[in-house]
């Protein structure tokens, strides 16, 4: 359980620190906790997973007196947020986002948003993704994580949840008012290929691009694409642990 009344929040995000979706989750931790703290990458870096900058030096800039600016990657910004940043005032919870688009299926092993969730949930802080998902590029509907965001984390954050566990948060593409409700999913299945760009560039040489998941229109009841595309908030649980343990105890028991 997390007392979000008392509660150092700290905020970070793949789009970057000026990214609108950055602004919507401030508005939302502000409502909820009784200090936020940011702390996000200078560019966008969206699809960059859990990657962390090895080989050059990394750069913070100060915005305000609890705004920060890192020059690498989410993972990047809440590694640098918590062991130095904030090492003298430790947050209690760190949310990541709001994205632009949604965070589902195996989008979170791409995602730099659930990526930074990770990060500070291997250090031992509690951590929620949040997204807004969206039909139309053109037509985010912020308002939506917006309105119904407080209520989310006060919930969660009453109920709490394993320290090697983190939470991925999906708003679906409706308006506030017809959101259906809130359902516990687990990670749905889309990946059926990448739409791929191929083209030759001003020296004549190959090209390729990588585009979009092809699109499904279908999803197995009870994921995180299907309660998204039924007008609910969809809430996942997302395990650091990926050993699968039935494969374990097959082996274990065949190889020993």
Same mark, same amino acid.
């Given at each position: 359980m997390i007392d979000l009344s008392q509660a150092r929040i700290l905020i970070s995000n793949d789009d970057?620190?000026?990214?609108?979706g950055l602004k919507v989750l401030e508005h939302i931790a502000k409502e909820v906790a009784k200090e936020v703290w940011v702390v996000?990458?200078?560019?966008?870096?969206?699809?960059?997973?859990?990657s962390l900058t090895l080989?050059?030096?990394?750069?913070?800039?100060?915005?305000?007196?609890q705004r920060f600016s890192v020059d690498g990657t989410p993972t990047d910004s809440v590694l640098l947020a918590l062991n130095e940043i904030m090492k003298d005032n430790p947050p209690d919870?760190? +949310?990541?986002? %709001?994205n632009r688009g949604g965070n589902l299926g195996e989008d979170i092993t791409y995602s730099g948003t659930v990526a930074a969730a990770m990060e500070a949930t291997l250090l031992g802080v509690p951590a929620i993704a949040?997204?807004?998902?969206?039909?139309?590029p053109d037509r985010v509907k912020w308002a939506t994580a917006q309105t119904h965001g407080p209520d989310v984390l006060r919930k969660l954050a009453a109920?709490?949840?394993?320290?090697?566990? +983190?939470?991925? %948060?999906?708003f679906p593409d409706v308006v506030a008012k017809s959101v259906q409700g809130i359902e516990v999913t687990q990670q749905g299945r889309r990946k059926i290929g990448d739409d791929l760009a191929k083209g030759i560039d001003p020296r004549g040489e190959e090209y390729f691009w990588v585009g979009a998941l092809r699109?499904?229109?279908?999803?197995?009841?009870?994921t995180d694409l299907y309660a998204i595309t039924h007008g609910k908030i969809s809430i996942t649980p997302i395990s650091l642990d990926f050993t699968d343990y039935s494969t374990l105890t097959d082996l274990q028991g065949e190889l020993l």
């Open positions: 970057g620190i000026h990214a609108p996000a990458p200078e560019t966008e870096q969206s699809a960059t997973g859990h080989r050059r030096p990394l750069r913070i800039h100060k915005h305000s007196d919870l760190v +949310l990541s986002g %709001v949040l997204s807004q998902f969206y039909a139309d109920i709490g949840w394993p320290k090697n566990t +983190l939470i991925n %948060v999906n699109s499904q229109q279908t999803f197995h009841e009870g």
